[in-house]
């Protein structure tokens, strides 16, 4: 018999340090789990009232040319872009998500010598995207509020430091820190240190923080949005990071070819032009996180306020809760893996999925 080859063996070191990154569990497999013909899915915080008009329109109209090749630079939603944020378009980095520009950013600056600090309780992808450049994950604890100790964050620096990464708000917590302290924090930085500033759920909080773009400076500052969210096209895989042009075009150097297909540009572009859709839809997400806040507050369940358009639920067997509301036919965010063994995040749903999830919390607390 021929021997089988130890791939793993033959990797590079960092590979066996490497998971892949697990989503939320799709309908379709939990139907074919359960046998239940009916199901809600609250568990990857998506827009649950689906894409603007126009950029379904826009997707319709685009799928006549594919056939061809996107334009590589995504020319024309660099521009609306630009045009939104009152920036240069050179100032802007396309992605296929911003969790595609998140790797780009640590590719191009940690290699097996650097560090990349983060919070233990933030974003997987950026221990993800660390580990697989082969540079060293700095997860910073806050045990209090579960988002961002900056004074820890702070003190982690080292001599080793390239990257600092924060969720404002922050994904799975739903914390919000003020722009006065990111600058604060800012200016006690290193000016060739780069700081990312995750921003995918900035839509819900525009109205309440400033705009980072235009208030917040360092000079390896790097601002990543997303379509995914608030503006319904996650499976169009739309990302962007906003920082100085000679930054930019650095981290441009990682990009690959055509990055970016040309349903989602012209989606992308279609959905900014929506600005009173999007509106909309956020205070009909805002007002049902308040709902869903409310009911996990009166059974005790409650961890405290989301910034996002998710809520925390707090329960001593969180990993039973999820099995049962699985079988309620409603899938939630276990949060294990962050080290949040007690915790469930509960994406915000339509009205109709709200109550369905409350009433099968209902049921399955009293079971």
Not at 250 to 268: G, T
């Amino acid at each position: 018999m021929t021997k089988l080859t130890d791939w793993l063996g033959r990797a590079v070191p960092q590979t066996s340090d490497l998971h892949p990154y697990v989503p939320g569990k799709p309908l379709e497999q939990l139907l074919r789990e359960t046998g239940l013909t009916e199901a809600i899915k609250l568990a990857s915080n998506e827009n649950p009232y689906g894409p603007p008009p126009a950029a379904i329109k826009a997707m319709q109209s685009a799928c006549t040319e594919v056939h061809r090749y996107p334009d590589g630079d995504s020319t024309q939603l660099k521009n609306a872009l630009a045009k939104h944020h009152h920036i240069d378009s050179s100032r802007l980095l396309l992605g296929n998500g911003s969790n595609e520009v998140l790797e780009l950013i640590i590719r191009c600056f940690a290699n097996n010598d650097a560090q990349v600090i983060y919070s233990r309780h933030a974003f997987m992808v950026y221990a993800l995207a660390t580990v697989a450049a082969g540079a060293h994950g700095v997860a910073v604890d806050d045990d209090e509020t579960l988002g961002h100790d900056l004074s820890a964050m702070l003190a982690a620096v080292s001599q080793y430091t390239r990257i600092i990464c924060i969720a404002n708000p922050n994904n799975p917590t739903g914390t919000l820190l003020d722009n006065n302290k990111i600058q604060s924090f800012l200016d006690q930085l290193p000016r060739d240190m780069v700081v990312i500033i995750d921003e995918a759920y900035h839509e819900y909080v525009a109205d309440i923080s400033s705009d980072s773009i235009h208030s917040l400076y360092h000079p390896g500052l790097v601002i990543t949005r997303t379509f995914s969210k608030a503006y319904g096209l996650a499976g169009c895989r739309v990302g962007y990071a906003i920082a100085t042009p000679d930054l930019i075009a650095c981290i441009n150097r990682y990009r690959e070819p055509f990055n970016i297909n040309s349903i989602a540009q012209a989606a992308a572009c279609a959905a900014l032009s929506e600005q009173t859709w999007l509106t909309v839809h956020v205070a009909q997400a805002l007002g049902e996180r308040d709902r869903l806040e409310l009911a996990l507050q009166e059974r005790g369940l409650s961890f405290g306020h989301s910034y996002g358009n998710f809520v925390l639920l707090r329960h001593e067997k969180a990993d039973v809760l999820h099995q049962k509301m699985e079988l309620k036919g409603v899938i939630l965010r276990p949060l294990a893996s962050y080290g949040m063994a007690d915790f469930l995040r509960v994406s915000v749903g339509t009205p109709e999925e709200n109550s369905q999830f409350i009433h099968a919390l209902d049921a399955v607390l009293a079971s």
